[in-house]
């Protein structure tokens, strides 16, 4: 004798067909989300390299602006601070390292993502006291990753549409006092001046 199917038995083929679609969303929902997730991990591996090459547009941008600067620029406007924030301020070469970077007026995000820049409230180059500059070691042309190699005595110069000021790195000191240091030498004659180190703040 066959047996007739009881009432109960539709619905369970029911809810057996709605687990299965369930199970199937649940694993679609994964399978995005993974996908989802490896998008992201590879985003941030490439991101320092296009801030490089965003960088490296930006320098080449940054050095005809300043090759312009040193025809059209009056010394009374660089030194009343009147260089806008992410505009060429000074070049920066340090021969032990290779470096040769356009330096920025500012250190907002938008200016260094040029790669360096300069602290608004510092001295110029060339004038007395610390004149600070903030550049990044991973990423955004990574102008600063070499650091670690100067040694003392190692030559810093900085370029201005009106001089070229010759800095050295000093040896290790125990912090207190701030040593001053050699001034910095330019082609012109002038009085020596007493300055100190030229701070650099990578990231």
Same mark, same amino acid.
Request: aromatic fraction near 6%; glycine fraction near 12%.
């Given at each position: ?27 679609? $929902?994964?399978? &995005?989300?993974? *996908? !989802? ?6 985003? @941030?591996?490439?991101? #320092? ?59 907002? $995000?938008?200016? &260094?993502?040029? *790669? !360096? ?6 001295? @110029?180059?060339?004038? #007395? ?75």
């Amino acid at each position: 004798m066959t047996q007739a199917p009881g009432p109960g038995r539709p619905a369970g083929r029911q809810l057996g067909q709605v687990g299965q679609v369930g199970r199937r969303a649940v694993a679609t $929902a994964l399978l &995005l989300l993974s *996908g !989802a997730m490896l998008a992201g991990a590879g985003w @941030l591996g490439l991101y #320092p390299f296009y801030t490089n090459v965003r960088a490296d547009r930006k320098q080449a941008q940054l050095l005809e602006e300043f090759t312009r600067t040193q025809t059209t620029a009056t010394p009374a406007a660089y030194k009343a601070g009147q260089v806008k924030e992410g505009s060429a301020l000074t070049r920066l070469q340090i021969p032990r390292i290779g470096l040769d970077t356009v330096v920025v007026e500012g250190t907002n $995000a938008t200016a &260094l993502a040029a *790669g !360096a820049g300069h602290y608004r409230d510092t001295p @110029l180059p060339g004038e #007395p006291g610390n004149m600070a500059i903030a550049g990044h070691r991973t990423m955004n042309g990574h102008p600063f990753n070499r650091l670690d190699e100067l040694k003392a005595g190692d030559n810093i110069i900085l370029i201005t549409p009106f001089g070229r000021y010759t800095y050295q790195v000093l040896p290790p000191f125990d912090g207190t006092p701030i040593p001053g240091s050699r001034p910095p030498t330019t082609g012109a004659s002038f009085p020596r001046q007493k300055s100190f180190p030229r701070q650099k703040t990578p990231c």
